[in-house]
């Protein structure tokens, strides 16, 4: 299965931009990118998903390399909120219902 | 709407004792899915079920069993629990699938084992 390799944190200020890198040079050409944010003492939330184009929803965007051999979560502009740890996940290669979490990038946020 | 709801949140077990997590939906989601947190680390695949009915095993499903009882329902049982199962286990739920679906989870129950 891809696998995906993220900086393990990654710091920011409030109101700032925040460019979230993700490796993922061995994809498949029907993989799909997603991101989850997992807050503080909370289960995982949605953040965004795409296989080709580029992304855009009220949480973020996501921007796919060309190549897709990485892609990249911009927050547009980071709250305190968003502190949080942010996964980058491959679907499974040979089993569509499957999404394997690594271990993330943890983004500070301060003020 | 409450979304995905576990039960319970929080319990302590001793070597060798079983419980059982549960699970429900109320999104009309096909599939459902059981992961488990060690601190510090990302989540772990158990198990998962793709449809009422079936069940298929994840990264970790050794010392586990579930059970899809009906469509809203999916429950994660230890037969005999040992300290290495001590986690947070979290239930969630997708209605398309994990591929190109988005995944719902529950608040998390926390375990320990003594």
């Known amino acids: 299965d891809a696998k995906t390799t993220q900086p393990n944190s990654m710091e920011s200020n409030e109101e700032e931009p925040v460019h979230l890198p993700c490796n993922h040079s061995?994809?498949?050409?029907?993989?799909?990118i997603h991101w989850y944010r997992q807050l503080p003492s909370q289960g995982p939330e949605y953040v965004i998903h795409g296989l080709t184009s580029n992304v855009n929803n009220r949480m973020a965007s996501l921007a796919i390399a060309e190549d897709r051999k990485s892609s990249t979560l911009i927050l547009h502009r980071a709250t305190l909120r968003d502190a949080a740890v942010y996964y980058c996940i491959l679907s499974a290669r040979h089993n569509t219902d499957k999404l394997i979490f690594g271990t993330g990038t943890r983004l500070q946020v301060f003020p | 709407n409450a979304g995905v709801t576990q039960t319970p949140k929080f319990q302590v077990l001793k070597t060798g004792q079983s419980m059982t997590l549960q699970c429900a939906q109320d999104?009309?989601?096909?599939?459902m899915y059981w992961y488990r947190q060690d601190p510090g680390m990302g989540l772990r695949l158990i198990y998962y079920?793709?449809?009422?009915?079936?069940?298929d095993k994840g990264e970790v499903p050794n010392g586990y069993n579930v059970s899809r009882l009906n469509k809203r329902e999916f429950s994660l049982r230890l037969e005999s629990a040992a300290p290495s199962q001590t986690s947070v286990y979290f239930c969630?739920?997708?209605?398309?699938?994990?591929?190109?679906?988005?995944?719902?989870f529950g608040e998390g129950s926390r375990l320990t084992v003594l």
């Open positions: 079920s793709a449809s009422e009915g079936t069940t």
């Open positions: 999104m009309n989601h096909n599939s």
């Open positions: 969630a739920s997708s209605f398309q699938g994990a591929m190109s679906g988005e995944l719902f």
């Open positions: 061995t994809i498949s050409g029907t993989d799909y």
